[in-house]
């Protein structure tokens, strides 16, 4: 419940860690928390061992704050592996403004780009229109996380790649 402000910024990237990890569904923001009696339990003396072990696995690593665009032109190498996990087309519930023309510009990316892309994206007639040409695999998912009392929500996802 503390104020990001006051937070030091090693707090915060703590704070950040944390609650995808131990909120339900991996949701950080909303009181949306839920009981299971199958999985593994919180374990809060572990905060600091997992915190740990994230850090081994950073040497090497580049964290940006730049935009998705901006951030592959930068990185694009021939040996550069892309994955991109944009909003759902059409779907609600993101509260992200990511317009159709980002789908097509994505696109555009993967035809010119040095590297190898996956995207992980729904099967919708318009996005199966704008990623044509490139390989589709598509899988059945499950939803699980959603009310209980609605049932489970199925949909499909589609993996579009290139170089893959």
Known sequence: MTRPETLTDIQRAARFFY??????????????????????AINLLRIEENLS????????????NLGWLECAERYDRPHTFHYMDPPYWQT?????????????????????????????????????????GFHF???????????????IDQSSALFVTKGC
């Open 92 to 132: 609600a519930g993101y509260g992200v403004d990511f317009p159709f023309e980002s789908y097509e510009r994505m696109a555009d990316f993967m035809r010119r780009c040095k590297g190898k892309v996956m995207v992980s994206i729904n099967a919708h007639p318009d996005i199966r229109r704008v990623f044509e």
């Open 19 to 40: 609650l995808p990890h131990h909120a339900f569904a991996g949701k950080v923001t909303g009181q949306t928390f839920g009981t299971a009696t199958t999985g593994p």
């Open 137 to 151: 695999e598509t899988v059945d998912i499950r939803y699980s996380t959603t009310n209980q009392r609605q049932g």
């Open 53 to 64: 072990a994230a850090w081994q696995r950073m040497p090497g690593t580049y964290v940006e």
